[in-house]
Nanobody, 120 residues
Framework: QSQLVESGGGLVQPGGSLRLSCAASGFTLDYYAVGWFRQAPGKERERISCISSSGFNTNYADSVKGRFTISRDKADHTVYLQMNSLKPEDTGIYYC?????????????WGQGTQVTVSS
């Protein structure tokens, strides 16, 4: 069964940092673009960042641009989301998902999510 596994969430104070990781089970993540999504309490899930399979193309939602960085390491088949200058409005469940080789929005595998809480 193809699925993704996120890790790295937790409780952090405003202004702090976290790094989320996304790994795959049942397939090789290297061949696919990967998106990070966030679902805040009471809101719909939104894509906040995506990286192509090559790693050369990335994009970000305006709400996280300049604070979050997506990257991938093909040596360990993992995609990361470095989150800096965290704000309370960044609180939510973070999911990673596999796309085609480019960030097309055609997501075909999801992780179970990891909780991020930004609070003092």
């Amino acid at each position: 069964q193809s699925q993704l596994v996120e890790s790295g969430g937790g409780l952090v104070q405003p202004g702090g940092s976290l790094r989320l990781s996304c790994a795959a089970s049942g397939f090789t993540l290297d061949y696919y673009a990967v998106g990070w999504f966030r679902q805040a309490p009471g809101k719909e899930r939104e894509r906040i960042s995506c990286i192509s399979s090559s790693g050369f193309n990335t994009n970000y939602a305006d709400s996280v641009k300049g604070r979050f960085t997506i990257s991938r390491d093909k040596a360990d088949h993992t995609v990361y989301l470095q989150m800096n200058s965290l704000k309370p409005e960044d609180t939510g469940i973070y999911y990673c998902a596999a796309d085609k080789s480019v960030c097309s929005g055609y997501v075909w595998a999801w992780g179970q999510g990891t909780q991020v809480t930004v609070s003092s």
